[in-house]
């Protein structure tokens, strides 16, 4: 744990972004993780991603559960508005939020105990409510506040780092998703900026449930030999689909690349995704295709990684219970509560 | 671009780069460190070691580190270096026994010419290893120009009796009012080796129509200041203009103000920004009323009946040629006359030898001077050396020391039989500030505080007495706080790829931006492709071998805050803060043969 404060000084060249910003405004308090910790790099992502879409701090509310990555809305942006809830209740608090707010940009943060087993229930359901949010899973295959014991997302027949072999079933976050409906689903890797950082930003653009499964290496308990989510064995197994770069404005995209490997997808709000197709079989609009793909990388070994599944016409909770445009937290009491008469009427018609 | 060699004693010794600029290279940093933990002498012994005259330099050094300073480029204004040194010098206890004693004699002697910095500090560095150093100076005391021509407004005389004495306390003779007229009879002595560390004596002229007649009123800067300051001169005209934008003009408008000058000004050809004055000393003028009139061309001194009454200038502005050379053309205006009693001329400074006889194996070059070795400081007469002015022309304190050292070890090679051509690496000590987890040996919570002033005497005291020092120095509390905004350059971020994970840690809390992870490539690409821009060639890239995933490290030195957070983030330790210190060479150093030693 780092005691003193980041310095306030800052590379004098710092670029700035539409409001003014440098990506160091969009910091929080230092870190009291592990030194190495990959959510740290998860951390630096959400910085650079916010950053990069000019977001205004305030607009945001971060919200968390229990553990070390839950711990880590501390740690960025510093003026947005955050929760941190009980442990694996973030989706619910997140969906309540939501309900009430629905201007807000919503960057729920858990980790793979938070949301594969105290709140496995929790997820799934703001999943297939289609809650509009960006759900960040950092997952590490252990629980690291506890010393290191398997959690749900740990790969059977992986190691601990006492040599004990995993002999349960591993939760598939990104396949649960998938099936769950997700309408945006990626999975990435604490150790590759320039494939997260993109996949944030368009995550956070997306209207509907997005869902970002970050392999992020617990230094401490599972970044040895026989892990299946250290450093070394992503990096080797990594079997990335895509590469994304986000476009937000019209400014024209730039074709550097060979013909007929960029694909552009056009998102509800008019930002576009621009796709550099790694697997040229890969098609990030089926989602059979993708379940199939998954599973068939996963029995080989491979980690995927990229953007998965992308819906960009999805629909969120609020068109489905057709809401009010307008936030329900800035509609006044006669307007929330309109009385017995009122409610003795609905009571008749559904009689 | 190949990965860097940190073993090379010059690649961290740029990245200080206050001790880099520093002709002496004095260890800034690490007697910054000292003043904050209250160690004033430890901290005064280190600057007596480098630079001979921490009391006189701490007020008059003309602080090429400054301007050099890391802080200056991570915000407005670098560290308050040089009168941090004048705060060891103030606060320091008796340091005369930590001082070195005069060595036995080894009945080898050697004359050195000129009371100055620069014969000072080959006397110090000789006298103790038994040399016998005779100094001749035409002035009864010691201390050359610092004595003669600073004014002691800005230094006064105690601090100069001070550190003079502390070298001829170490067996020195000093043969004050005995000025050197003839090299010829000084080689007939047989001193075993002769310096020459004469200044540059003479005021340069300004010979325009009026010169002659006006005469009386007329006075070259540098000698003015020296009969002031000896006391022959007591006062001077109700209005004085001052020719001249360097520092020696600076000294002779703020001397003219403390002597009767009611309305001084100062006139310089060339443009305000041009002016060869340090930016402080224009900044003191100004705050003492004296206004600097630039781009005014002096054509004639006016004068009636043998009196003068008044300056006549031409105006001019500046053209630049397409070689960017700067050329000053009238402007079409009118002449101007500036009505005035005295004028203090103060248009450079020249080198002279009358002394030294054509027949005395000293070669000069087309300019008159000396035909001087720059590593060495040995003339074409091998046993006659020259250092400070006297061998490249008007320059300041802090270089006259600096070629002091090199002479003196030049000389005592030469006695010693030795190659004085050969000159002995420095010796260089990198060890690790771990303390623990994430504690180290230094402070590395960076503050930020901006610069703090130096607090002045109130203007009318100062202005009523010509021996009242005007700055006061830094009281502690000041002296703290100025003492904590030093980076610690020396304390340097030391990496090691075999151990890298390439977690990142470091790169998201490097505060500066400083450290990329990318691929390497030749280094004008790799400026481009770093995390944060690379405005500062100059400053070093830091480039790792090659890492697992076949990027490599590369660290931009530019900017870096040495808080050690890299350091602290990093799981594997692949990172350390290691403390850098180099030991300059100097006469007598005790591992003159050894090569270095650097981690």
């Known amino acids: 744990m780092t005691y003193i404060a980041k310095p306030k000084f800052h590379h004098p060249g710092l670029k700035k972004n539409e409001l003014g910003y440098t990506h160091r405004d969009y910091e929080g308090k230092i870190s009291t993780l592990c030194a190495g910790c990959g959510h740290d790099s998860i951390t630096a992502s959400i910085i650079e991603a916010c950053y990069e879409l000019s977001i205004e701090p305030h607009r945001v509310a971060k919200i968390s559960g229990i553990g070390c990555s839950s711990k880590t809305p501390d740690y960025f942006l510093g003026n947005s508005h955050g929760f941190n809830s009980v442990h694996g209740?973030?989706?619910?608090?997140?969906?309540?939020?939501?309900?009430?707010?629905?201007?807000?940009?919503?960057?729920?943060?858990?980790?793979?105990?938070?949301?594969?087993?105290?709140?496995?229930?929790?997820?799934?359901?703001?999943?297939?409510?289609?809650?509009?949010?960006?759900?960040?899973?950092?997952?590490?295959?252990?629980?690291?506040?506890?010393?290191?014991?398997?959690?749900?997302?740990?790969?059977?027949?992986?190691?601990?780092?006492?040599?004990?072999?995993?002999?349960?079933?591993?939760i598939d976050l990104v396949a649960i998703a998938l099936q769950l409906g997700a309408t945006f689903v990626a999975r990435s890797f604490s150790g590759d900026k320039t494939q997260l950082v993109p996949l944030i930003a368009a995550a956070i653009r997306h209207k509907g449930a997005s869902f970002i499964d970050v392999i992020s290496p617990c230094i401490a308990f599972n970044n040895h030999a026989g892990s299946t989510k250290s450093f070394d064995y992503v990096r080797e197994h990594n079997d990335a689909v895509n590469r994304l770069d986000v476009l937000v404005g019209r400014e024209p995209i730039s074709v550097d690349y060979a013909p007929g490997t960029v694909q552009v997808v056009e998102q509800h709000d008019g930002s576009r995704l621009a796709l550099r197709k790694l697997d040229a079989d890969y098609d990030p609009h089926d989602r059979l295709g993708a379940m199939t793909f998954l599973q068939k990388h996963a029995?080989?070994?491979?980690?995927?990684?990229?953007?998965?599944?992308?819906?960009?016409?999805?629909?969120?909770?609020?068109?489905?219970?057709?809401?009010?445009?307008?936030?329900?937290n800035t509609m006044d009491e006669q307007a929330l509560c309109p009385g017995s008469a009122v409610l003795d009427k609905i009571n008749a018609s559904l009689r | 671009m190949k990965p860097t060699d940190i073993s090379a004693p010059d690649y961290f010794?740029?990245?200080?780069?206050?001790?880099?600029?520093?002709?002496?290279?004095?260890?800034?940093?690490e007697y910054i460190r000292l003043i904050a933990e209250g160690r004033y002498s430890d901290a005064y012994m280190i600057n007596w070691k480098s630079n001979v005259f921490p009391g006189i330099l701490g007020r008059t050094c003309d602080r090429p580190c400054e301007p050099a300073c890391r802080r200056g480029r991570v915000e407005d204004n670098p560290v308050a270096i040089c009168r941090l040194k004048r705060v060891a010098a103030d606060f320091k206890d008796d340091i005369k026994h930590r001082l070195p004693k005069p060595g036995p004699k080894n009945g080898k002697r050697i004359a050195l010419v000129g009371g100055g910095p620069a014969s000072l500090s080959v006397a110090r560095d000789l006298a103790p290893?038994?040399?016998?150093?005779?100094?001749?100076?035409?002035?009864?005391?010691?201390?050359?120009?610092?004595?003669?021509?600073?004014?002691?407004?800005?230094?006064?005389?105690?601090?100069?009796?001070?550190?003079?004495?502390?070298?001829?306390?170490?067996?020195?003779?000093?043969?004050?009012?005995?000025?050197?007229?003839?090299?010829?009879q000084l080689l007939s002595e047989n001193y075993d080796a002769i310096f020459v560390g004469s200044g540059a004596p003479r005021g340069?002229?300004?010979?325009?129509?009026?010169?002659?007649?006006?005469?009386?009123?007329?006075?070259?800067?540098?000698?003015?200041?020296?009969?002031?300051?000896?006391?022959?001169?007591?006062k001077i005209g109700r209005r004085v203009i001052v020719l001249g934008g360097g520092n020696t003009a600076m000294d002779c408008c703020r001397t003219a103000r403390r002597l009767g000058g009611e309305s001084v000004k100062v006139v310089v050809r060339s443009g305000f920004e041009e002016m060869k004055a340090s930016p402080w000393e224009k900044e003191d003028a100004i705050h003492e009323d004296i206004p600097i009139l630039n781009y005014m061309v002096p054509v004639a001194f006016k004068h009636v009946a043998g009196k003068l009454i008044g300056v006549t200038f031409q105006k001019v502005r500046a053209?630049?040629?397409?070689?960017?050379?700067?050329?000053?053309v009238p402007s079409g205006e009118p002449d101007e006359t500036i009505p005035c009693d005295d004028v203090l001329v103060a248009v450079g400074q020249e080198n002279a030898f009358p002394w030294i006889e054509a027949d005395c194996g000293i070669e000069f070059d087309k300019w008159h001077m000396p035909k001087v070795d720059p590593k060495t400081f040995v003339s074409t007469n091998p046993k006659v050396f020259f250092g400070g002015d006297a061998a490249f022309g008007p320059k300041n304190i802090i270089w006259a020391v600096a070629h002091g050292h090199d002479a003196a070890l030049s000389i005592h090679k030469m006695l010693s039989g030795e190659d004085i051509n050969e000159r002995p690496l420095p010796e260089v000590h990198v060890s690790s500030q771990k303390m623990g987890i994430h504690e180290w040996s230094y402070d590395n919570d960076i503050s930020a505080d901006k610069r703090f002033k130096v607090p002045h005497r109130d203007k009318v005291v100062a202005l009523k007495d010509i021996r009242a020092e005007v700055e006061l120095g830094y009281d502690l509390k000041l002296a703290l706080g100025e003492a904590q905004r030093c980076l610690n350059c020396d304390v340097q971020t030391v990496f090691s790829a075999p151990l890298c994970i390439e977690c990142d840690a470091c790169v998201d809390i490097c505060p500066m931006d400083c450290i990329s992870f990318t691929e390497n490539g030749e280094e004008d690409d790799l400026r481009q492709r770093l995390k944060a821009p690379s405005p500062h060639h100059d400053q070093a890239l830091y480039v790792s071998g090659d890492l697992k995933t076949g990027r490599v490290m590369v660290k931009d030195e530019d900017v870096c805050l040495h808080c050690g957070l890299c350091a602290e983030r990093c799981p594997t330790g692949a990172w350390d803060m290691q403390k850098y210190l180099i030991d300059m060479v100097q006469a007598g150093s005790t591992c003159q043969s050894k090569a270095r030693s650097a981690a």
């Open chain 1, 89 to 170: 209740r973030m989706p619910s608090v997140l969906t309540g939020a939501n309900l009430a707010n629905r201007d807000l940009i919503y960057l729920g943060v858990s980790g793979d105990g938070d949301s594969a087993s105290i709140g496995f229930g929790q997820f799934a359901h703001s999943i297939r409510r289609a809650v509009n949010m960006t759900y960040i899973v950092e997952n590490n295959g252990v629980y690291g506040l506890t010393k290191g014991q398997f959690s749900a997302t740990a790969d059977r027949g992986s190691k601990s780092k006492k040599g004990v072999t995993n002999t349960d079933n591993a």
């Open chain 1, 299 to 328: 029995a080989k070994g491979q980690i995927v990684t990229g953007l998965l599944y992308v819906d960009p016409d999805a629909e969120d909770l609020h068109t489905h219970l057709d809401t009010v445009e307008t936030p329900l």
């Open chain 2, 13 to 29: 010794h740029k990245v200080v780069d206050c001790q880099w600029a520093c002709p002496a290279h004095t260890p800034v940093p």
């Open chain 2, 129 to 184: 290893l038994g040399y016998h150093c005779t100094v001749f100076d035409g002035d009864p005391k010691a201390g050359g120009m610092m004595r003669s021509q600073i004014p002691k407004f800005r230094l006064p005389d105690s601090v100069i009796d001070e550190e003079t004495d502390y070298i001829l306390d170490l067996g020195v003779e000093f043969k004050g009012g005995q000025r050197v007229d003839s090299l010829k």
């Open chain 2, 204 to 234: 340069r002229e300004l010979d325009i129509p009026g010169r002659k007649e006006a005469g009386a009123n007329i006075h070259i800067g540098i000698e003015w200041l020296a009969n002031v300051s000896f006391g022959h001169v007591d």
């Open chain 2, 319 to 328: 053209e630049y040629d397409d070689k960017g050379r700067r050329n000053l």
